[in-house]
């Protein structure tokens, strides 16, 4: 059983910056492809990143691309979003999910692969 649990969420002002870390189990996670996914009040789920297995290779959504950094620390089953530069449109829920394929893409992986999601509220 896929396990994801996220935490770091919070409120933070615009232009500040928030670490998010995801620790995973009940899966290889280091054979695992891994990605942060969104959902914003009101609006569908947004694939924001993603990693390859072994972190060599990432990928942004244009919306946070040179803002948000993701990593991953394969000993610790840790996922990591280091979001910096925080605006109002950043405010959403983040998830953590497991690729559902052995690459990255920007599609969705199902709701089955998602964590329980942390709050990232920005305002002043």
């Known amino acids: 059983e896929v396990q994801l649990m996220e935490s770091g969420g919070g409120l933070v002002q615009p232009g500040g910056s928030l670490r998010l870390s995801c620790v995973a189990s009940?899966?290889?996670?280091?054979?695992?492809?891994m990605a942060w996914v969104r959902q914003a009040p009101g609006k569908g789920p947004e694939w924001i990143s993603g990693i390859s297995s072994g972190g060599r290779n990432t990928l942004y959504a244009d919306s946070v691309k040179g803002r948000f950094t993701i990593s991953r620390d394969n000993a610790r089953n840790m996922l990591y979003l280091q979001m910096n530069s925080l605006r109002l449109e950043d405010t959403a829920v983040y998830y953590c999910?497991?690729?559902?394929?052995?690459?990255?893409?920007?599609?969705?992986?199902?709701?089955?692969?998602w964590g329980q999601g942390t709050q990232v509220t920005v305002s002043s």
């Open positions: 999910a497991r690729g559902q394929l052995p690459f990255i893409t920007k599609a969705i992986p199902a709701r089955d692969y």
């Open positions: 009940g899966f290889p996670f280091s054979a695992a492809v």
